[in-house]
């Protein structure tokens, strides 16, 4: 069986994956799926720790997280839509309207 | 028994709701009853009061009196409560009774303002936070009406705030005071974190047991009070609001810039006398501080010309003078002298109004003079108010200055320095004093045509507050009149519940008056100031109304008596050489250099420079996401960097 | 299993119940309802149906399903706030929403749902669950901002609320993820009690997760450095959403924030120092930035910033003090805050307006009434006595100086001064400047005016009769079960 830390070290890569996805892209929809990346590293994070410490309650944690997860995408990409309708752009630098 | 202290300041406050609530909608008169009224009502049962104190023998004359429980959560408990005893009966009776004055006087002065009756809410605001002040029975009720005070300064300054030079000075005396309250809401924190109240009595009962003598943490709470006592009482570094806030209406300047809020700072210090003297250090630099500002902004009041700002440096030396007293730990010596300068500077102030009123706004001496003819009863009650504050035997202000400059002399806490300083300082007193009341009512009419055909005597309601004035100003110090000229010193002895034997007063000072020698000394040093005083006095009579009439006559005929004139002048000359030009040129030197640029100019550039923090550090929010999110990670990486290489 | 039905309690979560019920029906029926008004009212009834469930249980707190719900008297004082705040931009909003032709029923029915996310925050000891109140709360939240839908800044103020919101979100719940990896539960009180069992492993995850998560809450109540979304959004969010941002989603943020770290980790005594520099941070970054603002939301934003900042020095002088001081000053600021954005969202209405300080030139001429109580908005902000501000304030800064905090309390006594300067420019501007032009008149509505009432009148009574407030909230620390 595949030890413990390699599934943490895969969900910490995820996250610092999802981080930097953020951060360095300027494309309003690969940030928000940056974003999903988080959050399904620390659900990978999770669902090792529960497998491992056999605790079941982390199990539920993730089907929270994911449902979380859905709604958030639902409100983001319908608000990016309504961003592309009214400017015709999703690029993130050209939303600086509100500065200083 | 209860006494319903709670009364006295609600009385203003109703005054306040009721022309607040209904502004616009009453006529002038009625908004005049229910100011004047109110005040009066308040003044009326403070006396009321004071008998009732007068009555209870001397030990027992304290009375608290609880309004309501203000926080009251475990340790953390404040009631709001008030307290009689014969310090705040004396501030009582100085701000209703003195403010009452000035509420009559306003009646006339503000007639025609179309602001009467926001003029007048904001007054009765003022009396009332005023009131809370000097009656709450805990620091954080007084901080309350400290507070209070200010705001009512701030929008009385600003009362005429199309003036853009009104409205800047009311901001200035706002801000400024930010600073010193800052210092008191410090202190009081170190206070309560302490002994664990706020309320007076059981912080001066703990005060023994928690501190000691000299400790850091009693001196650095004492300093923090005074820190707020320095902005509110205008004393060096913090003074520079009030020569600005001559903007705002006259009466307001005789009332809050002279008579009431301004000494706040000292009846301050006098009610923690107790946390005081536990702190020497703290009373050396009070000491220091208040000889300092008093020798300085007397200097500059010697060459101002418009009347209002000799008034209010006039007013910043004559608070030095108590913070000396406070300093040399002769509490009841500045109560004192507050109580006089309360009458006379108010009635200076009031009369600079009247002679304002009649000269249509015209305030630079330069453009005034004769006015004695035509104002008589504003030139009399002026005349006694500037020889009270000169100094002049027989009137309040010697016993209280007198007794200032005495107890500087005598205290333990005492210097001859300090005493020399005040003397000094006295002589400048009369020296501009005079020079003022010679430019305005002497010599020839100066104001231009147009005005000289308006002069006219103020009406009755507003000399008449002026001759109560003058009389107060006379009568005020027989109260007070020291051992050694045969009194009772009876204020002393009224103020000793409070101040306990502190000072060097009661039974000590007498023993010392009779012993000869040390009375020997006061009556010496009184008789040094007397002929000083006068010597300068009559230096400022030859300079402003003599030479100016000499000069006359020379022009008129060349008569043999020419040459004695000359020489005669040639004597003035040399004082002028030797004595006046320096001085004038320290004055200027010390207005313009130290006070516009140096001090102004740090508290301005204070601003500025969190003004630049401010500019340089906006870019940072540049409204791009990208940039944000950086931010936000950068923080993420050095919280936890800080954790792990902790 | 022992599945007891007597641990589901539905009667711990009625409030919540109650509100999110209305709230749906508010969807429902704004299809066949024509008169909006019917639904702003609907949706306060049933703010108040929750306040009147919520409160009987104030002095008997209970727990519940399996220790995931905390009915106590904390999170009865919180929703108290919530509910308070959700009525009054309730109130204010309407009018707004009409003039901007933005008015539909899901407005209404977000603000419940919102409120229903921060009343599961508070009222919980259990990390996940607070994570999903926080997501009950901010998704609504999300599309709040974005409400004017055809304002681009309205538009960006969403956008960039969203990303920041749901990038916080996802470190929020990394962190909660390796809190339960050290510890094998997400219950706050297990935690505490089995505190120093953990292992050595186990620090370093339970270190950085407990980290993880203050950063996310930090976030959430406008933390410096995780503060820059603050002022974009509020200045570009609809006024009434602004209003509703600054007071009730920083009141959850803090709720959780207490819960979680002077209860939870309060052991962890070495995150101190670093609340101790956020708090120092905040609060200056906060005063500074907004000195120069000329938006007038956008100065409310700062300072909001600022405020925050005051909190943490509560949160980091810790104790039950400390707590119930933060308590209060969040309800109080829930008060002057809201009064304050409720006469910006009347000027607002304008057609001519964008929010300039400047605009409120002539006010005290044509509305003394909206010139005096948006002075004594400011005058609370700023911390005068004898407003709400001022106790509130005094009431941290002592709590700190007590718990030995006597540098924080200075910092923070020194940003409150500086904060003065910036304040006083509306009371100068509205009181004291000569207007260029003639104010334009607003009208108001009887709600604008009821909200303007309720809030003086909170500001000034939690000032001048602060005692039974601070004893509520005194009463309002935790008691866990």
Same mark, same amino acid.
């Given at each position: 069986m595949v030890p413990m830390p390699y599934y943490l070290i895969v969900g910490a890569v995820l996250f610092v994956i999802g981080i930097a996805g953020v951060i360095l892209s300027r494309n309003l929809i690969i940030m928000f799926m940056s974003i999903e990346l988080m959050l399904n590293a620390a659900n990978l994070t999770i669902i090792t720790f529960s497998r491992f410490l056999n605790l079941m309650d982390g199990h539920v944690f993730v089907f929270l997280i994911m449902a979380v997860a859905a709604a958030e995408a639902a409100?983001?990409? *319908?608000?990016?839509?309504?961003?592309?309708?009214?400017?015709?752009?999703?690029? *993130?630098?050209?939303?600086?309207?509100l500065k200083w | 028994m209860s006494y319903y202290l709670l009364l006295i300041p609600l009385f203003p406050l109703l005054g306040f709701l009721i022309n607040g609530l209904l502004l616009g909608k009453l006529n002038k008169k009625i908004v005049s009853i229910v100011a004047c009224g109110a005040v009066g009502l308040s003044f009326l049962w403070g006396l009321k009061l004071f008998f009732n104190l007068l009555a209870l023998p001397a030990d027992s004359r304290i009375i608290e009196?609880?309004?309501?429980?203000?926080?009251?959560?475990?340790?953390?408990?404040?009631?709001?409560?008030?307290?009689?005893?014969?310090l705040s009966a004396v501030m009582v009776l100085v701000v209703s009774g003195v403010g009452f004055l000035i509420h009559l006087y306003s009646i006339g002065y503000m007639h025609d303002d179309s602001g009467y009756g926001r003029y007048f809410t904001y007054l009765n605001l003022f009396i009332f936070s005023m009131l809370t002040l000097v009656l709450?029975?805990?620091?954080?009720?007084?901080?309350?009406?400290?507070?209070?005070?200010?705001?009512?300064?701030?929008?009385?300054?600003?009362?005429?705030?199309?003036k853009q030079t009104a409205a800047d000075a009311g901001k200035k005396a706002f801000i400024v005071n930010r600073i010193g309250d800052f210092g008191f809401l410090l202190g009081l924190f170190i206070i309560f974190w302490s002994t664990g109240s706020l309320n007076f009595i059981t912080v001066f009962d703990k005060a023994p047991q928690v501190f000691a003598m000299g400790a850091g943490l009693i001196t650095a709470a004492t300093l923090l009070l005074f820190l707020g006592a320095t902005g509110k009482s205008a004393q060096i570094p913090l003074y520079v609001w009030l020569p600005d806030a001559m903007e705002g209406p006259t009466p307001v300047s005789a009332l809050i810039h002279a008579a009431t809020m301004v000494t706040a700072g000292v009846y301050m210090i006098a009610r923690s006398h107790v946390l005081f003297l536990m702190a020497p250090t703290t009373l050396m630099v009070v000491a220091i501080v208040g000889v300092a500002t008093a020798l300085f902004a007397a200097t500059i009041a010697l060459t101002q010309n418009d009347i209002k700002r000799v008034l209010a440096y006039s007013t910043i030396s004559q608070l030095g003078y108590m913070f000396v007293a406070c300093g040399v730990a002769a509490f009841s010596a500045g109560i004192f002298h507050l109580m006089t300068h309360a009458f006379f500077k108010a009635l200076l102030f009031l009369g600079a109004g009247s002679v304002i009123h009649s000269l249509s706004g015209q305030q630079d001496m330069r453009f005034m003079g004769g006015l004695k003819r035509h104002m008589p009863t504003t030139f009399w009650t002026f005349l006694v108010a500037t020889l009270a504050i000169a100094g002049i035997p027989g009137l309040s202000g010697f016993f209280s200055k007198d007794e200032i400059l005495w107890k500087s002399f005598s205290s333990d806490y005492g210097s001859i320095w300090i005493w020399a300083i005040g003397l000094f300082t006295a002589m400048l007193t009369a020296f501009y004093m005079f020079?003022?009341?010679?430019?305005?009512?002497?010599?020839? @009419?100066?104001?231009?045509?147009?005005?000289?055909?308006?002069?006219? @005597?103020?009406?009755?309601?507003?000399?008449?507050?002026?001759?109560?004035?003058?009389?107060?100003?006379?009568?005020?110090?027989?109260?007070?009149?020291?051992h050694i000229l045969g009194g009772g010193n009876n204020f002393e002895k009224f103020l000793e519940p409070v101040m306990g034997n502190v000072q060097h007063g009661g039974e000590e000072a007498m023993v010392m008056a009779s012993s000869g020698q040390n009375g020997g000394t006061e009556l010496m040093l009184m008789g040094i100031s007397?002929?000083?005083?006068?010597?300068?006095?009559?230096?400022?009579?030859?300079?402003?109304?003599?030479?100016?009439?000499?000069?006359?006559?020379?022009?008129?005929?060349?008569?043999?008596?020419?040459?004695?004139?000359?020489?005669?002048?040639?004597?003035?000359?040399?004082?002028?050489?030797?004595?006046?030009?320096?001085?004038?040129?320290?004055?200027?030197?010390?207005?313009?250099?130290?006070?516009?640029?140096?001090?102004?100019?740090?508290?301005?550039?204070?601003?500025?420079?969190?003004?630049?923090?401010?500019?340089?550090?906006r870019p940072v929010q540049s409204g791009l996401l990208r940039r944000y999110t950086t931010v936000f990670l950068l923080g993420v990486v050095l919280i936890l960097g800080y954790f792990v290489f902790r | 299993m022992d599945l007891k039905l007597a641990t589901i309690d539905l009667g711990l979560i009625a409030p919540e119940i109650i509100i999110a019920a209305v709230a749906m029906l508010i969807?429902?029926?704004?299809?066949?309802?024509?008169?909006?008004?019917?639904?702003?009212?609907?949706g306060l009834f049933g703010l108040v149906a929750a306040l009147l469930t919520a409160l009987p249980r104030w002095g008997n707190p209970a727990s519940g399903f399996y220790g995931m719900v905390q009915a106590d008297n904390f999170a009865i004082f919180f929703k108290i706030?919530?509910?308070?705040?959700?009525?009054?931009?309730?109130?204010?909003?309407?009018?707004?929403?009409?003039?901007?032709?933005?008015?539909?029923?899901?407005?209404?029915?977000?603000?419940?749902?919102?409120?229903?996310?921060?009343?599961?925050?508070?009222?919980?000891?259990?990390? %996940?669950?607070?994570?999903?109140?926080?997501?009950?709360?901010?998704?609504?939240?999300?599309?709040?901002?974005?409400?004017?839908?055809?304002?681009?800044?309205?538009?960006?103020?969403?956008?960039?609320?969203?990303?920041?919101?749901?990038?916080?979100?996802? /470190?929020?719940?990394?962190?909660?993820?390796?809190?339960?990896?050290?510890?094998?539960?997400?219950?706050?009180?297990?935690?505490?009690?089995?505190?120093?069992?953990?292992?050595?492993?186990?620090?370093?995850?339970?270190?950085?997760?407990? /980290?993880?998560?203050?950063?996310?809450?930090?976030?959430?109540?406008?933390?410096?450095?995780?503060?820059?979304?603050?002022?974009?959004?509020?200045?570009?969010?609809?006024?009434?959403?602004?209003?509703?941002?600054?007071?009730?989603?920083?009141?959850?943020?803090?709720?959780?924030?207490?819960?979680?770290?002077?209860?939870?980790?309060?052991?962890?005594?070495?995150?101190?120092? /670093?609340?101790?520099?956020?708090?120092?941070?905040?609060?200056? %970054?906060?005063?500074?930035?907004?000195?120069?603002?000329?938006?007038?939301?956008?100065?409310?934003?700062?300072?909001?910033?600022?405020?925050?900042?005051?909190?943490?020095?509560?949160?980091?002088?810790?104790?039950?003090?400390?707590?119930?001081?933060?308590?209060?000053?969040?309800?109080?600021?829930?008060?002057?805050?809201?009064?304050?954005?409720?006469?910006?969202?009347?000027?607002?209405?304008?057609?001519?307006?964008?929010?300039?300080?400047?605009?409120?030139?002539?006010?005290?001429?044509?509305?003394?009434?909206?010139?005096?109580?948006?002075?004594?908005?400011?005058?609370?902000?700023?911390?005068?006595?004898?407003?709400?501000?001022?106790?509130?304030?005094?009431?941290?800064?002592?709590?700190?100086?007590?718990?030995?905090?006597?540098?924080?309390?200075?910092?923070?006594?020194?940003?409150?001064?500086?904060?003065?300067?910036?304040?006083?420019?509306?009371?100068?501007?509205?009181?004291?400047?000569?207007?260029?032009?003639?104010?334009?008149?607003?009208?108001?509505?009887?709600?604008?005016?009821?909200?303007?009432?309720?809030?003086?009148?909170?500001?000034?009574?939690?000032? /001048?009769?602060?005692?039974?407030?601070?004893?509520?909230?005194?009463?309002?620390?935790?008691?866990?079960?």
């Open positions: 409100v983001g990409l *319908a608000i990016i839509i309504m961003l592309f309708r009214n400017r015709e752009t999703i690029d *993130a630098d050209k939303f600086n309207l | 009196e609880i309004a309501f429980t203000w926080i009251p959560s475990g340790e953390f408990n404040v009631n709001v409560g008030f307290l009689f005893d014969p709450a029975n805990n620091y954080l009720l007084m901080f309350v009406g400290w507070e209070g005070v200010g705001l009512c300064s701030y929008l009385l300054i600003g009362f005429w705030f199309e020079r003022l009341l010679f430019l305005t009512f002497y010599g020839g @009419e100066r104001m231009d045509h147009h005005a000289k055909e308006h002069l006219h @005597e103020s009406p009755k309601i507003m000399t008449v507050p002026l001759t109560i004035l003058g009389v107060l100003a006379i009568v005020g110090g027989y109260i007070g009149i020291p007397v002929v000083l005083i006068l010597a300068s006095i009559y230096l400022a009579y030859v300079l402003y109304v003599k030479n100016i009439a000499l000069a006359g006559k020379i022009r008129q005929s060349l008569s043999g008596l020419h040459k004695i004139l000359y020489g005669k002048y040639y004597v003035d000359e040399l004082y002028g050489a030797v004595i006046i030009r320096p001085l004038i040129g320290l004055s200027l030197f010390l207005w313009k250099i130290v006070d516009v640029i140096l001090i102004d100019g740090l508290l301005n550039g204070l601003a500025t420079i969190i003004g630049d923090i401010s500019k340089i550090m | 969807l429902l029926l704004g299809n066949v309802v024509r008169r909006r008004t019917i639904l702003a009212y609907f706030i919530f509910i308070i705040a959700a009525g009054l931009t309730i109130l204010m909003a309407r009018r707004y929403l009409i003039s901007h032709e933005i008015e539909s029923p899901e407005f209404y029915a977000l603000l419940l749902f919102s409120a229903v996310g921060m009343m599961v925050m508070a009222a919980t000891s259990d990390l %996940v669950v607070i994570f999903l109140g926080l997501e009950i709360m901010s998704v609504p939240l999300y599309v709040m901002a974005a409400f004017a839908r055809h304002d681009v800044s309205s538009n960006e103020a969403g956008i960039k609320y969203f990303i920041m919101g749901a990038f916080a979100s996802g /470190i929020l719940i990394y962190g909660i993820a390796l809190v339960y990896g050290a510890t094998g539960t997400t219950d706050l009180r297990r935690i505490l009690a089995d505190w120093g069992f953990f292992e050595m492993h186990s620090q370093l995850f339970l270190y950085s997760g407990a /980290i993880l998560v203050l950063i996310g809450f930090g976030f959430k109540v406008a933390a410096v450095p995780f503060h820059m979304w603050v002022p974009d959004v509020y200045q570009g969010a609809p006024t009434p959403v602004t209003a509703f941002f600054s007071v009730a989603p920083k009141a959850a943020g803090f709720a959780a924030l207490l819960r979680i770290f002077t209860y939870g980790f309060a052991d962890m005594s070495q995150l101190w120092a /670093i609340l101790w520099i956020l708090a120092v941070l905040t609060m200056t %970054v906060g005063n500074i930035l907004a000195i120069f603002q000329d938006n007038i939301k956008r100065m409310l934003a700062y300072s909001s910033i600022a405020h925050a900042g005051y909190i943490l020095v509560a949160l980091t002088a810790g104790g039950d003090g400390a707590v119930s001081s933060a308590a209060y000053y969040l309800l109080a600021y829930t008060f002057f805050n809201l009064g304050a954005f409720a006469v910006i969202t009347l000027i607002d209405t304008r057609n001519s307006s964008t929010a300039q300080i400047d605009e409120m030139q002539g006010l005290s001429g044509r509305h003394p009434f909206l010139a005096a109580v948006l002075a004594l908005f400011m005058f609370a902000l700023a911390g005068f006595p004898p407003t709400a501000g001022f106790m509130g304030k005094f009431y941290i800064f002592s709590e700190a100086i007590k718990n030995g905090y006597i540098g924080l309390a200075i910092i923070g006594v020194m940003n409150s001064f500086v904060s003065v300067y910036y304040y006083l420019r509306v009371v100068v501007v509205s009181f004291f400047a000569r207007p260029n032009k003639e104010f334009e008149a607003v009208s108001y509505t009887p709600a604008i005016f009821i909200v303007l009432v309720i809030t003086a009148a909170g500001t000034l009574i939690l000032g /001048i009769l602060p005692g039974y407030w601070l004893s509520l909230a005194r009463a309002g620390i935790f008691q866990f079960l």
